[in-house]
C-alpha cells in the first residue's frame, strides 16, 4: 500500500428523516441568504422541495432558488449560478439532487468567489481555487457519491470536454432513502451501477497486491450486487435502498482509495462520450465495461482472477488465472444483462457513429490503468460497444 494521508470534512446525515435532524443544526451555521439548488421538476412534485424549504423558513433564511440544473451539468450553467450567487450575495448553497446538481453547485461554489474562469485555471494554469461559497447536499438519487467528495463532472460544450473540475466540499450531506424512491426504477439501477463501476475502476488501479482498501472494496461490490438484485424483484425495498446508498456514499469517500492509485479508465472514456452525446452515464459505463476488461484483463490477471472469486463468488478450481478472469467479465456482463441495462451504444440511443473517434482521440489516458491503451485500441473498444 502506498503512503498516504487522510481527513474527511463532509459530515452524514444518514437515514430516516436525516433532513429534520441536519438542518436545524447545521443552518445555524450558515449565513442569511442560501441558495437552494435542484434539477427539474421531480424535486417539487415528490414534496421535498417544499420539505426543505420549510426547514429552510424556519431557519429565517432568504431562498435563492438556482434551478433546471440537467443530467450533464454544464459550464454555461455552472457560470449562471456564480453569477446569481454573486448578484444575491448568496451566503450558503443547499444542493439537493443527485450527483449532476452537487457536481454543478461545488463548481458554482468556486466560480462565485473567484473573477477568474474556474476552467482556465485548472486546465491551463494547473491553479486550483482556495475559496468556495460553503454549501450542504441533500441527496435525492444516489450512485455517484457526489456528496462525498470535492470533484464535479462538468461538460464544457465549447470545447467539447466532459471532465473533472475540483470545487468544493459539502459541510454536510443528508442521506434519506425516502427521497429515492419516487425515482424511475431505471435511474436507480443505472445510478447504482455507478457505484459498483466506482468500486471496480478503484479495485482495478496499483498498487496490485491485495490491500486493506481492495479487501473493503469487494464487500462493497458484493454488497451492490446483492442489492440490485433486491430491487429487481422489489423497487420499493427500504433495506435495499439504504444499502445501496451508503455504498455509493463508501465508494466515494476516499476509503476504497486509501493507498491506491486508481484506474477510472471507462469513466474517462464515457466521459467524453457524453460530452458528444449527453448520454446516461451509468448506462454508458454498463457498456464500455465488459469490453475495456476484455482487452485488459490479461495484463492484470492476477487482479481480475481474484475479482472474480471474491466478488462473482466464481469458483477457482479448475481454472486457470487467465479463464478465471474471464469468467468474471462474463459474470460482469450477465449481470448487466440482466438487470436490464444496455449491452450497445445502438441500444442507448447513440445513432452518429461519427462520435467515436472524436471520443478515442480526446478521452484522457489514466495513469492506474494496468494496460497503457493507445488511441487506436480506445477506438477499437469504442466500435466493439457499437
Known amino acids: 500500500m502506498k503512503d498516504f494521508i487522510y481527513a474527511y470534512p463532509t459530515k452524514v446525515y444518514f437515514g430516516a428523516k436525516a433532513a429534520a435532524k441536519a438542518l436545524p443544526a447545521e443552518l445555524e451555521k450558515a449565513g442569511k441568504t442560501v441558495m437552494l439548488a435542484y434539477g427539474g421538476g421531480s424535486v417539487k412534485r415528490s414534496g421535498v ?77 494547473h491553479v486550483f481555487p482556495s475559496e468556495f461559497l460553503p454549501m450542504g447536499a441533500i441527496v435525492t438519487a444516489s450512485g455517484t457519491g457526489a456528496e462525498m467528495n470535492n470533484g ?62 481492495d479487501e473493503i472494496g469487494e464487500a462493497v461490490m458484493r454488497n451492490v450486487i446483492r442489492n440490485i438484485k ?12 439504504s444499502e445501496l446508498m451508503w455504498a455509493s456514499a463508501m465508494a466515494e469517500n476516499g476509503i476504497l482509495k486509501i493507498g491506491k492509485v ?22 454508458g459505463l454498463a457498456v464500455i465495461h465488459p469490453v475495456l476488461y476484455r482487452h485488459m484483463y490479461k495484463d492484470s490477471a492476477k487482479q481480475f482472477a ?30 448487466i444483462r440482466e438487470i436490464g441495462l444496455p449491452s450497445t451504444f445502438r441500444e442507448m440511443g447513440i445513432t452518429d457513429k461519427s462520435v467515436l473517434k472524436k471520443v478515442a482521440d ?19 473498444i469504442l466500435e466493439e460497444c457499437w
Open 49 to 125: 422541495y417544499d420539505e426543505i424549504c420549510g426547514y429552510l423558513k424556519e431557519a429565517g433564511k432568504e431562498v435563492v432558488d438556482f434551478s433546471g440544473i440537467m443530467p450533464n451539468p454544464t459550464y454555461e450553467k455552472v457560470q449562471e449560478g456564480a453569477v446569481l450567487a454573486r448578484e444575491k450575495k448568496v451566503d450558503f448553497i443547499l444542493a439537493v439532487g443527485g450527483g449532476s446538481v452537487i457536481d454543478c453547485c461545488k463548481i458554482v461554489a468556486a466560480q462565485a468567489m473567484t473573477d477568474k474562469d474556474i476552467w482556465e485555471m485548472e486546465f491551463k494554469d
Open 152 to 213: 464535479a463532472v462538468i461538460t464544457n460544450q465549447d470545447t467539447k470536454q466532459k471532465a473533472g473540475v475540483l470545487g468544493a466540499y459539502a459541510s454536510f450531506a443528508v442521506l434519506d432513502p425516502a427521497y429515492t424512491m419516487s425515482l424511475p426504477a431505471r435511474q436507480v439501477i443505472s445510478g447504482a451501477f455507478d457505484t459498483l463501476s466506482h468500486s471496480m475502476e478503484t479495485y482495478l488501479g496499483s498498487p496490485r497486491d491485495v490491500t486493506l482498501s
Open 230 to 241: 433486491v430491487l429487481m424483484l422489489d423497487m420499493e425495498d427500504w433495506e435495499a435502498r
Open 262 to 283: 486508481t484506474d477510472f479508465q471507462a469513466h474517462q472514456i464515457e466521459h467524453q462520450l457524453g460530452a458528444y452525446t449527453d448520454c446516461n452515464h451509468g448506462q
Open 306 to 335: 481474484r475479482m472474480a472469486e471474491k466478488v462473482w463468488e466464481i469458483p477457482a478450481e479448475g481454472k486457470s488465472e487467465e479463464e478465471l478472469a474471464l469468467a468474471g467479465i462474463e459474470a460482469l456482463e450477465g449481470f
Open 362 to 380: 480526446t478521452c484522457n489516458l489514466t495513469a492506474g490503468c494496468c494496460k497503457k491503451l493507445s488511441r487506436e485500441e480506445i477506438l477499437e
